[in-house]
């Protein structure tokens, strides 16, 4: 095999590495992420993003809010309200460490709940399960960078092993397995992309 079919073959086992490990790193401070509120649903539901982040809390269908527990926060943080809106959307800038859970002031009783992960967890939240819903284990969050709505993180469902909370309607990306739906779902694109390009760079050493 020439240099040149080496340096090809080295070209297309890099792409599948970065479309491997590339895409479940933690939202970073300089991009904004979008939680979507929908018909009694949070989406994602459970996110990582570094310190300093802002995340958009929006508006898909419905009236929500999106306010922090305030025993559920770590203890330096200030807890946020968007209050209840009908349009539009809320921000909010996440300066301290630790694990962040919240919920939709009109639909707390029917487990409208959420989780964001800054940096490492900590805090509260990590002591109890959160007595609303479910919400998906902070290690899990963190290891996939954002989970779904209806997404199973363990074979059984969320934080404290229960399914959704009662009344919970169906939102966007609704499968079940580890990997579903919006931002589950990228660390096993990312796998395949890397499996094929170590398929077909293998292929290529063997034909050439």
Not at 52 to 75: L, Q
Request: proline share 7%.
């Amino acid at each position: 095999m020439t240099n040149y079919n080496r340096r090809q073959f080295l070209g297309v086992l890099g792409a599948g590495a970065v479309a491997s490990t590339g895409l479940s790193q933690p939202v970073s401070a300089q991009e904004t992420p979008v939680v979507k509120m929908g018909n009694n649903y949070f989406e994602p539901i459970g996110l990582h993003i570094e310190p300093g982040t802002t995340v958009r809390f929006e508006i898909a269908a419905g009236t929500h809010s999106a306010t922090a527990y305030e025993n559920r926060i770590p203890s330096d943080a200030s807890a946020f309200d968007s209050e209840v809106i009908s349009s539009g959307g809320f921000e909010y800038t996440f300066e301290k460490p630790g694990t962040y859970d919240y919920y939709c002031i009109p639909h707390k009783s029917v487990g409208m709940v959420g989780r964001i992960v800054v940096g490492s967890p900590g805090g509260p939240a990590e002591d109890s399960p959160i007595p609303d819903g479910d919400v998906p284990e902070s290690e899990a969050i963190i290891e996939q960078g954002a989970i779904a709505y209806g997404s199973s993180t363990d074979g059984d469902g969320y934080s404290d092993g229960g399914m959704m909370g009662p009344g919970m309607g169906s939102g966007p990306g609704m499968m079940n397995g580890r990997n579903s739906g919006w931002g589950g779902g990228l660390p096993f694109v990312g796998g395949a992309l890397g499996m094929l390009g170590l398929v077909g760079g293998l292929l290529y050493w063997a034909l050439e």
